[in-house]
């Protein structure tokens, strides 16, 4: 059986401490109006971190938390007490309301941002900075499993797990045990990559989805001009459901033909200061989904 979540991404929630976020309840809220029956948990520190207030806001709202991202910069060693203090906390969290995934996100680097899309210009690391960096990601993995969590990674524009080849070393060299896949169709396009294609080929090492289009005429823009991920999101790069370029009805077609089973959640990452109505776009999400089928 597969189910349909969202993300507080969707509402423009990409960092806990944004002033601009919308509470945290109106999220839940929303999300339940919207037909969701699960939700992420959002950045650590965004959702309440005591069980018992968010355990009956997710009640009352008739969600079940599905899991939560990592989203910080494993390329940096010097950042890596915040990799481990934001991995423990989204650890303990997930545990408590019984959630399964934990995702793993390598955040944007300065590195890399200007070269979105354009993975053959993208600088490399060298076999040293790669080996510590994945025995970072590995660590977190382990932490994550420890818990009796699945984990995926998921790759994201401008981070050092970006373009495909980088993501099949990763797997290639990271037991199946201990990483699987959180696989994000919008991702993969923007960065330069067939959706499809890549799920063909790993449909069984995929624990969980993320549902992401992307308008191909904003993506050409972004990519050309090296803008920003997060100005991108602004500029509306991350459309409707069903009205970018990944083929969704091809995904269900795979998804279903495995046995899939399990969460597929929606992620339209928008300025969360847009003039879009998040609800609305949420609401029309679902909508598209259940019109192809899920």
């Known amino acids: 059986m597969i189910r349909i979540g969202n993300a507080p991404c969707s509402w423009g929630v990409e960092f806990a401490d944004d002033p ?10 929303d999300c339940a109006a919207a037909g969701y029956k699960g939700i992420e948990l959002g950045p650590i520190g965004f959702m309440p971190e005591d069980p018992a207030i968010l355990g009956a806001a997710l009640a009352e709202n008739d969600l079940t938390l599905i899991g939560g991202v990592v989203f910080r910069p494993f390329h940096d060693p010097a950042a890596w007490d915040e990799v481990w203090d934001a991995a423990q ?13 934990l995702v793993l996100i ?22 040293a900075e790669w080996q510590a960096f994945t025995d970072r990601i590995r660590a977190v993995a382990q932490l994550g499993v420890d818990h009796g969590l699945t984990v995926g990674i998921h790759a994201h524009a401008a981070g050092f797990i970006d373009f495909e080849p980088e993501l099949e070393r990763l797997l290639a060299e990271t037991d199946e045990a201990l990483l699987k896949i959180c696989f994000d169709t919008g991702h993969h396009s923007y960065a330069g990559f067939d959706p499809v294609a890549f799920m063909k080929r790993h449909i069984g090492r ?49 998804l279903v033909g495995a046995g899939f089973e399990g969460w597929c959640t929606v992620e ?17 999400n679902r909508d598209y989904l259940s019109s192809i089928g899920f």
Not at 20 to 29: H, M
Not at 90 to 97: I, K, Q
Not at 109 to 123: I, L, Q, Y
Request: charged content about 25%.
């Open 20 to 29: 601009r976020n919308p509470s945290w309840r109106r999220v839940l809220s």
């Open 89 to 101: 906390r989204t650890c303990r969290a997930l545990v408590a309301h019984g959630a399964q995934h």
């Open 106 to 127: 390598d955040s944007i680097s300065p590195r890399r941002a200007p070269t979105a899309g354009r993975a053959g210009e993208a600088e490399q690391m060298d076999a």
């Open 206 to 254: 995929i624990s969980y989805m993320h549902f992401k289009d992307i308008d191909p005429v904003v993506k050409a823009r972004a990519v050309a001009n090296r803008t920003g991920f997060y100005d991108a999101c602004g500029q509306g790069i991350f459309c409707n459901l069903g009205k970018g370029d990944v083929d969704f009805a091809a995904v269900r077609d795979l």
């Open 268 to 284: 339209q990452d928008c300025d969360p200061a847009g003039a879009t109505s998040p609800v609305d776009d949420a609401r029309a």
